[in-house]
């Protein structure tokens, strides 16, 4: 039944106004109310559609068929989808077209219509050349070729074969370029020491796979070249160089020696923003998310991404209504449901230091926020790899909050063997100091004033330490400095007495 929900929904969202193999208007049909239920969301198994459409609670023989009768109408309904152009890049638009334009002249060749699947096959390779489109154009081309072996046409053969070895050239160098691709992001997708030892090899990767791209000029594998090298960049923690790698790119296209459908606009977009993230340039960041946005289909995981590095960069530039503002379209997204749970989890842990911040927000820029972000999205375990430090910050500043609590030992203690476990190396300086900051905190009481005196030496350090450019570091959902701030706030209400 998922399959079939599934289908449905790809198959409105992007079809012509008219259904070529659905009669949608047509209530008589069995297979129209089946759809136009699954449509509407009324039915959600199997069972309920049997009992809706048949009167009986098992699934009956002709539900069955029925079943497998629209399946059948909803995939070859896939031949018929339209496909917004300035949402799908790397050329993937066009690889839908040929490919139906591929398979109308298969279909021709097998009725022995010889000339109409020529024609056909002539339109599909100007229309792949235009894309760069190559192991589309070799198999028009040898759709051709057998054609003209078929028809004894010995003059054209001989011209699409000349025509075809070229490109067989061109493939090669493309599949190498693939071969490269893909291995290299196995080989950084696997574990961390399995990622850190072939960061060895990724410069002569790279340098292999230019190589590539200077003796073909193929914009397939310039695209390989760039994300890669983006990926290595973002390894070595070097954002300025990735900012620097997205403007080269954009010079080669304004220059013509890219194609435009194989630049990835949104791959561009993210990474920039990313990296404006790493590198402290929030307001830039701000300024070119709204336009970025557009480029990102809301039903994607992708736009979800996005959104994620949009709101860190509204959470680091303080402007918290902005950051309620993205929020409440995220999770108010039909399609957050389907997002994995770690995605849910993030958001959840965004939304729990949204809401640490708001709370030491004056009333005027409270209300602000919607009301959305206070409403909790998914249960957050307690013990989530790779939250740890994030939660362990948020419960001891949320504990201040509690006059009720008399003993932070509990949380005193959970810091230390956090220190003594994890905080070594560079990337660990920043949490490290936050941590310290915290037990001194608890040390004194909880008292404001002393600890206003005593911490001035670590505030300092501090806003001095700078946050690590190792890519493994994680991004600090708000700035530890503007924590700490948020505690002080705390703790001087805390002071006042009720």
Do not use: C
């Not at 990724?202 to 310039?222: A, D, F, G, H, R």
């Not at 909050?401 to 220190?419: G, L, P, Q, V």
């Not at 001194?440 to 002393?450: E, M, T």
């Amino acid at each position: 039944m998922d399959e079939l929900l599934r289908l449905v929904n790809l198959i409105v969202e992007r079809s012509p106004k008219s259904f070529p193999l659905i009669n949608y208007q047509d209530e008589k049909s069995l297979e129209t109310r089946f759809f136009n239920l699954l449509k509407q969301g009324e039915v959600a198994t199997d069972e309920d559609a049997s009992e809706t459409l048949y009167g009986g609670k098992g699934l009956s023989v002709n539900y069955r068929m029925l079943k497998s009768r629209l399946r059948r109408k909803l995939l070859n309904h896939l031949h018929f989808l339209e496909f917004p152009a300035h949402k799908f890049s790397l050329g993937s638009f066009e690889q839908y077209k040929i490919h139906a334009l591929l398979l109308e002249a298969e279909g021709l060749i097998v009725a022995n219509e010889y000339k109409l699947a020529d024609r056909i096959l002539t339109q599909a390779i100007a229309f792949a050349k235009e894309h760069h489109l190559t192991t589309s154009i070799v198999r028009a081309l040898e759709q051709k070729l057998n054609i003209h072996t078929t028809v004894i046409n010995k003059k054209t053969y001989l011209e699409s074969h000349k025509e075809l070895q070229g490109y067989y050239r061109l493939e090669a160098l493309e599949r190498t370029a693939t071969g490269l691709f893909n291995h290299a992001r196995i080989e950084l997708g696997s574990s961390l020491g399995a990622r850190l030892a072939y960061m060895r090899n990724l410069p002569e990767v790279l340098k292999e796979l230019y190589t590539l791209w200077e003796s073909s000029k193929s914009p397939l594998i310039y695209n390989r070249y760039h994300i890669l090298s983006i990926q290595y960049l973002e390894l070595l923690g070097d954002f300025n160089a990735i900012s620097e790698a997205v403007a080269n790119a954009e010079d080669l296209l304004r220059q013509g020696k890219l194609h435009a459908n194989w630049f990835n606009h949104k791959y561009n977009a993210f990474i920039r923003i990313y990296a404006l993230l790493r590198t402290r340039q929030y307001e830039k960041g701000l300024s070119l998310a709204p336009a970025y946005l557009q480029l990102f289909d809301p039903q994607t995981v992708n736009w979800f991404a996005f959104m994620e590095n949009y709101l860190l960069l509204a959470l680091h530039a303080q402007r918290y209504a902005l950051a309620g503002e993205l929020l409440q379209k995220s999770v108010g997204n039909r399609f957050f449901r389907k997002i994995q749970q770690p995605a849910k989890e993030r958001w959840e842990l965004y939304r729990k230091y949204l809401v640490l911040m708001s709370d030491v927000l004056p009333e005027s820029l409270r209300i602000e926020l919607p009301e959305d972000v206070f409403i909790e999205l998914v249960t957050l375990p307690k013990d989530k790899a790779g939250y740890n430090l994030s939660l362990l910050v948020l419960d001891t500043i949320k504990s201040f909050t509690t006059k009720k609590i008399d003993d932070y030992e509990s949380h005193a203690e959970r810091i230390k063997k956090y220190i003594l476990k994890y905080m070594r190396g560079d990337k660990a300086e920043r949490p490290k100091i936050l941590l310290r900051l915290l037990l001194l905190a608890i040390k004194k009481g909880l008292d404001f004033n002393q600890i206003r005196e005593a911490s001035g030496h670590l505030s300092e350090k501090l806003a001095k330490a700078p946050p690590p450019g190792d890519a493994f570091a994680e991004v600090e959902i708000v700035p530890y400095e503007h924590l700490w701030e948020a505690v002080l706030i705390i703790l001087k209400r805390r002071a006042i007495p009720a």
